[in-house]
């Protein structure tokens, strides 16, 4: 794979984590029927144009909880990692 193609998988995937935080910060555009609307709208004013597979990936990374932050079980390995 070249570095081109290498910088656009990068690409991708923060994009698709970017929309999914995105999501999770704003629950109106969440809730909206038309959210990929709405974000092709947020993005287009921030000068990005997503396609419609990262809106889509994002708005399903959002509904997977894919990238939400979970916290750490209280328990001997997080014990162990406060050392």
Partial sequence: ???TAEAALLRD???TMDIADTLQRSPEVAADPDAAGRLRDL???L???P???ELAEGIAA???GR???VTPRPG????????
């Fill in 51 to 53: 396609s419609s597979a």
């Fill in 13 to 15: 995937g923060l994009l």
């Fill in 76 to 83: 001997p390995g997080l014990w162990l990692a406060r050392l």
């Fill in 1 to 3: 794979m070249g570095a």
């Fill in 47 to 49: 000068g990005l144009a």
């Fill in 67 to 69: 990238f939400e932050y």
């Fill in 62 to 64: 959002h509904g997977d």
């Fill in 43 to 45: 993005y287009a004013a």
